[in-house]
């Protein structure tokens, strides 16, 4: 249990001195970034979904002749 817990503490200790942070601003950027990104990508993916649906009901309907 002594092991863990000096780990948790180096750990901390780590992230104190040796970890370089990114300022609040350039976080934010990124963060804005991120988010865009992902709104476009699953716009991206739901246009895709659903030309292969509409696709896919087509091809059904020419095959089973409905």
Known sequence: MA?????VKES???LRT???WTS???AQRL???VAVFS???SLAIWGVDTV???ALGYIYK???GQ
Not at 3 to 7: C, D
């Open 3 to 7: 092991g863990i817990v000096n780990y």
């Open 12 to 14: 901390f200790e780590e």
């Open 18 to 20: 040796n970890v370089t």
């Open 24 to 26: 609040w601003s350039e």
């Open 31 to 33: 963060t804005i970034v």
């Open 39 to 41: 709104i476009l990508f």
């Open 52 to 54: 292969f649906a509409e």
């Open 62 to 64: 020419l095959v089973l």
